[in-house]
C-alpha cells in the first residue's frame, strides 16, 4: 500500500511514516519520491531509491551491519555516509536529512535541499546564472557538483 503524501505546516518536510513500522520493514519508500527510508542499527537513513551504479531498486535491496545491499550486482553502500564497496565505478548513495518527532519520522525535501546548497555552487563565483538548478551531488573526492542549467550575467 502507497501513503499519500501529506505537507506538514513545517515548509520543506515530508511525513513518510511511523518509527514502529520502518523498525518492522527496515525499509520503507517515500510516497511520490524517488527516496527510502531505512531502519540501520539503531538509526534512520533516507536515500535515494535508485542505485548510483546501474540504478536498481534499493527498496528490494537488504541491509546488514550498517550497509545496503544492492538486489542486482551485490555492491553495498555505508549508510553513514553512502560510500559504495571499495572497487566499484560508481558515486555514492546519496543521503538525505532526516528527523524524527515524537514517532513520526520526516525527510527533507530535496528541492529545499538545492536552495540551501546554492549559496556554495561555485558557478555563483564563476559570475554565472543558474537558470534552474536540478540537484546537487557530491563527486568521489569529496567536491560539490551542481547539476543544472545555466547563462552568464
Ligand atoms: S545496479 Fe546497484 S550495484 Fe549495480
Not at 82 to 93: H, K, V
Amino acid at each position: 500500500m502507497v501513503d499519500p503524501v501529506v505537507r506538514s505546516d513545517e515548509p520543506g518536510w515530508i511525513p513518510v511514516c511511523d518509527l514502529g513500522r520502518l523498525k518492522a520493514e527496515t525499509i520503507v519508500r517515500v510516497a511520490g519520491r524517488d527516496m527510502l527510508v531505512i531502519w540501520s542499527e539503531g538509526d534512520v537513513v533516507a536515500c535515494d531509491r535508485a542505485c548510483p551504479h546501474e540504478q536498481a531498486d534499493l527498496g528490494l535491496g537488504q541491509v546488514t551491519a550498517g550497509r545496503l545491499q544492492c538486489p542486482r550486482h551485490a555492491a553495498s553502500f555505508d549508510l553513514r555516509d553512502g560510500a559504495i564497496t571499495a572497487g566499484w565505478p560508481s558515486p555514492p548513495l546519496r543521503l538525505y536529512p532526516v528527523k524524527v518527532t515524537g514517532e513520526q519520522i520526516w525527510v527533507e525535501e530535496p528541492e529545499r535541499r538545492c536552495g540551501a546548497m546554492m549559496a556554495s555552487c561555485p558557478c555563483f563565483a564563476r559570475r554565472v546564472k543558474t537558470i534552474r538548478v536540478v540537484d546537487f551531488a557530491f563527486g568521489n573526492n569529496g567536491v560539490l557538483l551542481c547539476m543544472g542549467l545555466f547563462s552568464r550575467f
